[in-house]
């Protein structure tokens, strides 16, 4: 079975510019969930989509929004972008909504803003 | 809210010792317990996990019992090796909280031939 899959792997923005980000789950996986890593801030969660429903949100500005497609594939999309965001990017896919479920995680985005 | 809370790092240790990182956590209700090992480059892949009470994880010699009593969730391996090289992860997570994992802040875990 084929793992979480991310792309791009790496990217390179300038401020002020959007991205947009893509993760396809495991095959039968309806739960997606999007995790931004920083040295700084270690793990932080972002929002996490179930059957193309937002169902939980982290702490982050508007700037950063998301989708599901029926597909269960989801995107991230984070506008005006700034130099703060530059952050490995993981997405992370588990068969159910709930907490309770291991999260099986891609190999990140590794975005950079100058 | 939810929190973890990991021994602080970086730790070294030669090839063959004992291996801790501690990990204890903050949750109402009765959270599933994870630990995930991150390689250089890679995402977070998941190396054991206990879901109630005196559950024990293990996997590739790793093993970490869920403690109640002491909210703790600690990792042990009895020898390790130089490919043990990594960040160790531990996570809980709820149904309180949809899809979201509550993560500690990682210990990088360095073993020298």
């Known amino acids: 079975k084929a793992g979480v899959t991310q792309t791009p792997r790496y990217l390179i923005k300038t401020r002020g510019q959007q991205v947009t980000l893509s993760c396809s789950p495991i095959s039968g996986h309806r739960s997606v969930s999007w995790y931004q890593q920083t040295p700084g801030q270690g793990l932080q969660f972002l929002f996490e989509?179930?059957?193309?429903?937002?169902?939980n949100k982290g702490n982050f500005p508007g700037r950063f929004s998301g989708r599901q497609f029926s597909n269960s594939r989801s995107e991230m999309n984070v506008s005006t972008l700034e130099l703060g965001d530059s952050a490995l990017y993981l997405c992370a896919s588990s068969l159910s909504s709930g907490g309770f479920d291991e999260q099986y995680f891609g190999p990140g985005t590794r975005l950079t803003v100058t | 809210g939810d929190s973890v809370t990991q021994m602080e790092g970086p730790v070294t240790l030669s090839e063959e010792a004992f291996l801790t990182i501690n990990c204890t956590y903050t949750?109402?209700?009765?959270?599933?317990l994870f630990w995930y090992v991150q390689y250089p480059g890679e995402g977070l892949q998941l190396l054991l996990k206990a879901t109630k009470a005196d559950d024990k994880g293990s996997n590739k010699g790793f093993e970490a019992t869920y403690r109640k009593e002491t909210t703790s969730f600690h990792l042990e391996k009895g020898s390790v090796q130089v490919s043990d090289s990594a960040v160790y992860f531990c996570?809980?997570?709820?149904?309180?909280?949809?899809?979201?994992?509550?993560f500690g802040d990682g210990t990088t875990l360095t073993v020298k031939p």
């Open positions: 989509y179930f059957s193309e429903t937002q169902r």
């Open positions: 949750a109402t209700g009765y959270p599933s």
């Open positions: 996570a809980l997570g709820s149904d309180t909280n949809a899809g979201k994992s509550t």
